[in-house]
């Protein structure tokens, strides 16, 4: 049995402002647990948001440098499930009309040839908090310092036929997104 390896991706990528996307809250990485919240990014009743316009410059901005069209008008709308570390009971993203679409990166290949790969679209959401669970006792603690932490997600066409291809990609858009100064690539944080 012969199969075709047929390889579409999700990045996300945290964008590098120094508030959250709806709320005047430090993203600054290492803050005590539970030290960088307020009640917009915990979700009490009656807070209202503010969008972040650093957050849009900067999506914009990773949209242009992808070549995709920005969309005059864009939408937030509220994907709802159950996260411990979310507070809001839901994630506030975009979906029917994102920022960025139809755009594209070019990639190098093992053959020495480029390859196109399409990008679908770009939009902004909110993150989680963090979970971290005691390996040691039957025990979770939730920090909410990154609840609110303004993403976008680049969402690829399912152009890629090989892992090699996908890390090919993977590493061009990493480097893109730290050279036009969007995001900080620190995965480890």
Do not use: W
């Not at 242009?64 to 008008?73: K, L």
């Not at 679908?120 to 909110?126: A, F, L, Q, S, V």
């Not at 920090?143 to 036929?161: C, F, Q, S, Y």
């Amino acid at each position: 049995m012969d199969y075709e390896v047929v390889i579409g991706l999700e990045i996300h990528a945290q964008l590098k402002t120094k508030t959250k996307i709806f709320c005047g809250c430090s993203t600054a990485f290492g803050a005590e647990p539970n030290s960088q919240t307020c009640p917009v990014c915990t979700g009490m009743p009656g807070v209202l948001p503010v969008l972040n316009k650093k957050a849009v410059t900067y999506a914009a901005m990773a949209g242009v440098a992808t070549h995709c069209t920005i969309n005059r008008t864009h939408r937030f709308a509220r994907k709802n499930y159950f996260y411990p570390d979310l507070p809001l009971g839901y994630q506030i993203t975009q979906f029917a009309l994102p920022i960025a679409e139809h755009g594209y990166l070019d990639i190098d290949v093992d053959s020495g040839e480029t390859k196109r790969v399409g990008i679908t679209r770009i939009h902004m959401e909110n993150d989680a908090g963090k979970s971290n669970h005691d390996p040691m006792r039957p025990i979770s603690l939730i920090n909410l310092n990154r609840a609110g932490v303004p993403l976008i997600e680049i969402v690829t066409e399912p152009d890629m036929r090989s892992a090699a291809e996908a890390g090919a990609f993977v590493r061009k858009m990493h480097q893109l997104v730290r050279h036009i100064g969007v995001c900080d690539g620190n995965m480890e944080e």
